[in-house]
């Protein structure tokens, strides 16, 4: 099995900033892509930000000029560095990865548990 695990979350005055975290452990043969989604109640989970092992980054446009993915995928970790928050990027946000387990395995999504960002005054 594959574990992600967040952190960073947390209460922000609008304009303020927070860096989120996510390290990812367990039966990890090779690791495709790591990155970040968010889901707020009653609407679905959207793309935040990906970075892949090659370095290719994609953002959503909601969030390009203030968020910055960065991270290690072949030490299995990965962040994301948020800027200029405003309420509307209030949401739980989640670690991603795309895994295979093993040489014969099919690539598969895990998910971390989330952490909660509050951006208020």
């Not at 989120?20 to 990155?35: D, K, P, Q, R, T």
């Not at 989970?45 to 000029?65: F, H, I, M, P, W």
């Amino acid at each position: 099995q594959v574990q992600l695990v967040e952190s960073g979350g947390g209460l922000v005055q609008p304009g303020g900033s927070l860096r989120l975290s996510c390290a990812a452990s367990g039966s990890i043969f090779s690791l495709l892509v790591m990155g970040w989604y968010r889901q707020t109640p009653g609407k679905e989970r959207e793309l935040v930000a990906t970075l892949t092992t090659s370095g290719t980054t994609n953002y959503a446009d909601s969030v390009k000029g203030r968020f910055t993915i960065s991270g290690d995928i072949a030490k299995n970790t990965v962040y994301l560095q948020m800027n200029s928050l405003k309420p509307e990027d209030t949401a739980v946000h989640y670690c991603y990865a795309f895994v295979r387990t093993t040489a014969l395995s099919q690539w598969r999504e895990y998910w971390g548990q989330g952490t909660q960002v509050t951006v208020s005054s």
